[in-house]
């Protein structure tokens, strides 16, 4: 299993940003995806979670509304669409695949990891 993050970059706050999660190995329905993001010096932080189907999405309160996860399953990918950024979303953001079919923001459910990406949003 496989998952290797892109998208990240440099941003001036009020953009968007859209991450891929590109996913290689064995996926299925019993399988959520989630993204995490950490920033320095802070905790790892659950943002968004969806199946592997492409249902059941759901988010952390802190990004309901500017954030949208989603799948293309015939390209094994998962996005993360990230609106109207702000300083405070600077962090570097992982993908992982959760043992369960619904996501949680528990990240010992998570048994696989991506490296992550780096996202800087400047004022």
């Known amino acids: 299993v496989e998952l290797v993050e892109s998208g990240g970059g440099l941003v001036q706050a009020g953009n968007f940003v859209r991450l891929s999660c590109a996913c290689s190995g064995h996926f299925s329905s019993s399988n959520a995806i989630g993204w995490f993001r950490q920033a320095p010096g802070k905790e790892r932080e659950f943002l968004a979670a969806?199946?592997?189907?492409?249902?059941?999405?759901h988010y952390a309160d802190s990004v309901k509304g500017r954030f949208t996860v989603s799948t293309d399953n015939a390209k094994n990918t998962v996005f993360l669409q990230m609106n109207n950024l702000k300083p405070e979303d600077t962090a570097v953001y992982h993908c992982?695949?959760?043992?369960?079919?619904?996501?949680?923001?528990?990240?010992?459910?998570?048994?696989?990891w991506g490296q992550g990406t780096q996202v800087t949003v400047s004022s």
């Open positions: 992982a695949r959760s043992r369960y079919a619904l996501g949680s923001r528990n990240a010992a459910d998570y048994d696989s």
């Open positions: 969806i199946n592997w189907s492409g249902v059941l999405p």
